[in-house]
């Protein structure tokens, strides 16, 4: 094989073992569990953010971030669950550049898988243990998901991970809500395979394991937009967008319809300040359409301390080094006005 084996790593089993998730830890998000799943089988009126940083690329930061979210969340708890993003480990179109958090737990230094597994870990259990928030992360690498899996509420598959048949099988597999992203060319059908495919039972090989899924209901579109085949980003979170998506739903025989808009990436073109009025927009059509709110759960937004971004080995704390995000003054306001405007 053309690759060197530097060292075997821990299997999950022995991480958690070493960072522990404490009874009261466990109780927080068993009850967390509940309330966001009540959303995603429509038995719950709430509405889901799913926000913060494009990637968790430092600890304290992110931390601090997640203070300020937890203010906010106290205030809106009878209308929004917030689900802190804290994303560790970021797809790369061409696989050059900062890969998050997993990789490296310093941007500036070489990659160190074994720390970047304690880091990821450690940084998930102060959200849960310091603020009460078990948070979202993407599942880039399916056979790694469970050194996170006592931790999270929400799981995330990317455009470019979608189609992969390991990742919607193992989805298939929790017991937390599992985004599905359309895929970057925007074919829905693609997206809603997979939410089929998560939602129905399988036997396949994880982890070295012969194992037999028994489907989660939880399994929903993500909408981010898409490229077209001449390069230029196309929107799909518009109001005609929503009802195409939720017929798309009931022509397949899928119960319960449910989608998150991602308010950035294609769908925002990445200009980042265009997400409170894409969240707006979101807002305005589930508030004037039935089936609209039947439909759309939450939306996704990529938000941090400060406004934009900067290049790696950039120094500006709380500052995105990935996609641009807005920064936390806007973010409070758009929070509040979101409570603000839902019905």
Not at 215 to 221: D, I
Not at 292 to 299: D, P, T
């Amino acid at each position: 094989m053309n690759m060197d084996f530097l060292r075997k790593l821990p299997i999950p089993m022995d991480v958690k073992g070493q960072y522990p998730v404490t009874e009261e830890m466990a109780k927080i998000k068993a009850e967390r569990d509940r309330e966001i799943a009540d959303v995603f089988s429509g038995k719950s009126d709430k509405f889901v953010l799913i926000i913060g940083p494009c990637s968790a690329d430092n600890s304290e930061a992110v931390l601090d971030y997640i203070g300020r979210l937890k203010t906010v969340a106290d205030k809106v708890k009878d209308k929004i669950i917030i689900i802190p993003r804290v994303y560790t480990n970021k797809p790369r179109t061409t696989g050059a550049g900062y890969k998050g958090m997993l990789h490296q737990p310093d941007p500036e230094h070489t990659p160190d898988m074994l720390k970047g597994i304690i880091a990821i870990r450690q940084l998930h259990m102060h959200a849960l243990k310091d603020y009460g928030f078990t948070c979202a992360d993407e599942m880039l690498y399916p056979e790694n998901h469970r050194y996170l899996s006592d931790l999270l509420a929400y799981v995330a598959v990317g455009a470019r991970s979608v189609e992969n048949q390991q990742h919607r099988l193992t989805a298939s597999g929790l017991n937390v809500p599992v985004g599905m992203k359309n895929p970057t060319g925007g074919d829905m059908h693609v997206m809603l395979n997979s939410v089929m495919a998560a939602r129905s039972g399988h036997m396949f090989i994880y982890r070295g394991w012969e194992v037999k899924s028994h489907g989660n209901p939880l399994a929903h579109a993500i909408l981010r937009g898409y490229v077209d085949f001449s390069g230029k980003c196309v929107s799909n979170y518009h109001y005609e967008d929503l009802l195409s998506l939720y017929d798309l739903y009931e022509s397949l025989g899928v119960g319960d319809p449910s989608a998150i808009v991602d308010t950035n990436h294609a769908n925002s073109g990445k200009r980042y300040l265009e997400q409170i009025r894409i969240a707006e927009d979101v807002i305005y059509s589930r508030n004037h359409n039935a089936d609209i709110k039947k439909l759309v759960k939450g939306i996704m937004v990529e938000s941090y301390i400060e406004d934009g971004s900067q290049p790696v080995g950039g120094h500006i704390y709380g500052k995105s080094i990935t996609d641009p995000c807005l920064g936390w003054e806007k973010t409070e306001k758009l929070i509040l006005k979101i409570a603000d405007t839902l019905k």
